[in-house]
């Protein structure tokens, strides 16, 4: 299967910042997409960002403006740059890919990570 090793979650202060990365290692044929999702106590897990292969992105309405998603393909990496945080934002964030292993022939999986700590507070 695929790994997906998240980092950069932390505590910080509203209208902070952090910086999520996601790194996705194995027998990988395509990616479809990279995305982050979160889920915060009491509620069901969200998109919060995607990006395509082709580089389009989308955003949900509560982070535009102040959250971007990025890649580095040649790491197969995704990024979530997250500005002016709010305590709402407070959640675990949960990388993921959409994509096609070797092993797996023309079946396209989602596969997620394991989840990192947001914490927003004063």
């Known amino acids: 299967q695929v790994q997906l090793v998240e980092s950069g979650g932390g505590l910080v202060q509203p209208g902070g910042s952090l910086r999520l990365s996601c790194a996705a290692s194995g027998r990988i044929f395509s990616i479809n997409a990279m995305g982050w999702y979160r889920q915060a106590p009491g509620k069901q897990r969200e998109l919060v960002a995607d990006i395509n292969s082709g580089g389009r992105t989308n955003y949900a309405d509560s982070v535009k403006g102040r959250f971007t998603i990025s890649r580095d393909d040649a790491k197969n990496t995704v990024y979530l740059q997250m500005n002016s945080l709010k305590p709402e934002d407070t959640a675990v964030y949960y990388c993921?890919?959409?994509?096609?292993?070797?092993?797996?022939?023309?079946?396209?999986?989602?596969?997620w990570g394991q989840g990192t700590q947001v914490t927003v507070s004063s």
């Open positions: 993921n890919l959409r994509g096609k292993l070797v092993s797996m022939g023309s079946r396209i999986n989602d596969y």
